[in-house]
Nanobody
Framework: QVQLVESGGGLVQAGGSLRLSCAAS????????MGWYRQAPGKQRELVAH???????SSADPVKGRFTISRDNDKNTLYLQMNSLRPEDTAVYYC?????????????WGQGTQVTVSS
């Protein structure tokens, strides 16, 4: 089993910054992908950014140039640096982890952390 615990959310004014962290514990396979998703009220959960265990990243168009995903494999910790925040970034942000093995390729999810951006 895998446990994911997010932290770093909060209330910030438009134009401000926040840094989210996600600590992973349990059985963490070396080859994996981790990511951040978000869900705003009344909307579906959407991808924010992904990063592989090898460091390859991808991000959604609305956050490109503003958000940066990174990870520390030694600490099994995922980060999301969010700059130039906008009110439309308000959402619950979820950390996700997926091992890329034949034995397990399940998506695991954290409980989420609220990010609120005021105008």
């Amino acid at each position: 089993q895998v446990q994911l615990v997010e932290s770093g959310g909060g209330l910030v004014q438009a134009g401000g910054s926040l840094r989210l962290s996600c600590a992973a514990s349990g059985t963490i396979f070396r080859t994996n992908i981790m990511g951040w998703y978000r869900q705003a009220p009344g909307k579906q959960r959407e991808l924010v950014a992904h990063i592989t265990s090898g460091g390859r990243t991808s991000s959604a168009d609305p956050v490109k140039g503003r958000f940066t995903i990174s990870r520390d494999n030694d600490k099994n910790t995922l980060y999301l640096q969010m700059n130039s925040l906008r009110p439309e970034d308000t959402a619950v942000y979820y950390c996700a982890y997926r091992p890329l093995t034949a034995a397990d390729n399940t998506w695991y999810w954290g409980q989420g952390t609220q990010v609120t951006v005021s105008s």
